[in-house]
């Protein structure tokens, strides 16, 4: 369960050691134990535990909903058919984030920007084209803003190769310090960070350059983009896909977390700030159907499909592949 092919390259020695700082509490490794053994409720525990970070990870790497949707769904199919051989070698988020980026950085099927090799330059290109001279003052500008805003720092992160990419996430977005970020890629805590420099340098001079929000001197403001996205079908203002996006009970709105990158005003807040995204509970009910089939006996009984409400998938609605502007 390495960290793909791009750390191996870096610095592979002594990744096997790297998550000794994380080692697992002794609450996880009895709820594994009891999962592992067939308990139906430890079993549901465990994956509501994983479900909406997994789920924002696969997110931030393949930028649409739909894609980490699949993603989060096989992720956690590979983490449950793996569940007995976890010994608490890190904690249990650590451990399935590492079987979940070895599975998208190896992930055969290309995000539409990775197919078309687009560079931050080539986007930057892009962001001028079409550019309004004013900031929309249609109905719900400020949800459409909000998308827009969203839609694309999640097409920047696509422009980078997928190790930076990953690294760029785990230590930036999700604040995971060299060593811990280091193990789950499956390389050294120094290779990580040349990686995530390297990462942070592209990504903070793009910024600096071009987005309004890092740099008020730049050019580029999100509501002067939205005219343009309608036009060539990037953005439904009938159906912003981000912006209205269900999260995490409890956790950070899309309002919110636009609030705290207002206030950080720095390239890394742009990136960062997106909300603490929950996993559509219609996956989670299609795992609950792998559970139940032969694939995993001891787990049959666990009931995966109670829980949050509010998904739009739940709800008999289907969300919209976002696109990035």
């Known amino acids: 369960m390495g960290g793909g092919s791009h750390a191996a390259e870096e ?62 769904q096989e992720i956690l199919v590979r983490v449950l058919g793996h569940l007995g051989t ?16 070895n599975y998208l950085l190896n992930l055969a099927r290309r995000t539409p920007l990775e197919r078309a090799q687009l560079s931050l330059d080539a986007f930057g290109d892009g962001l001028r084209d079409g550019l309004a001279t004013a900031d929309y003052r249609g109905p719900e500008a400020e949800l459409l803003t909000r998308e827009m805003r969203l839609s694309c720092s999640q097409a920047m992160l696509q422009c980078l190769a997928r190790d930076e990419r990953v690294a760029f996430v785990l230590s930036e977005v999700f604040d995971l310090g060299s060593t811990e970020a280091a193990w789950i890629v499956g390389s050294t805590p120094a290779a990580h960070r040349k990686r995530l420099e390297r990462a942070k340098r592209r990504l903070g001079s793009f910024l600096d350059s071009t987005c309004g929000l890092a740099n008020p001197t730049a050019f580029c403001r999100c509501a002067r983009r939205i005219d343009k996205a ?95 502007s």
């Open 230 to 324: 309608v036009a060539i079908g990037r953005l439904d203002p009938a159906h912003p896909v981000l912006a209205t996006h269900p999260v995490t009970p409890g956790g950070r709105t899309a309002a919110a977390a636009e609030q705290q990158m207002i206030r950080l005003h720095d390239a890394a807040a742009v990136l960062r700030s997106h909300p603490d995204y929950a996993a559509p509970q219609a996956r989670m009910a299609a795992i609950a159907g792998l559970l139940s089939s032969d694939r995993f006996p001891l787990l049959a009984a666990a009931d995966l499909t109670t829980g949050r409400a509010g998904s739009v998938l739940e709800n008999g609605g289907t969300e919209r592949e976002a696109g990035v």
């Open 86 to 101: 976890w010994r608490g070698e890190a904690a249990l988020l650590t451990w399935a984030y590492r079987i979940g980026v």
């Open 11 to 72: 610095d592979s020695s002594g990744a096997g050691a790297a998550a000794d700082a994380v080692v697992a509490p002794a609450a996880e490794r009895e709820l594994v134990r009891r999962a592992v053994g067939g308990d139906r409720d430890a079993v549901t525990e465990v994956v509501r535990l994983l479900q909406d970070s997994l789920y924002r990870l696969a997110l931030r790497m393949l930028a649409r909903p739909a894609d980490a949707e699949d993603a989060t």
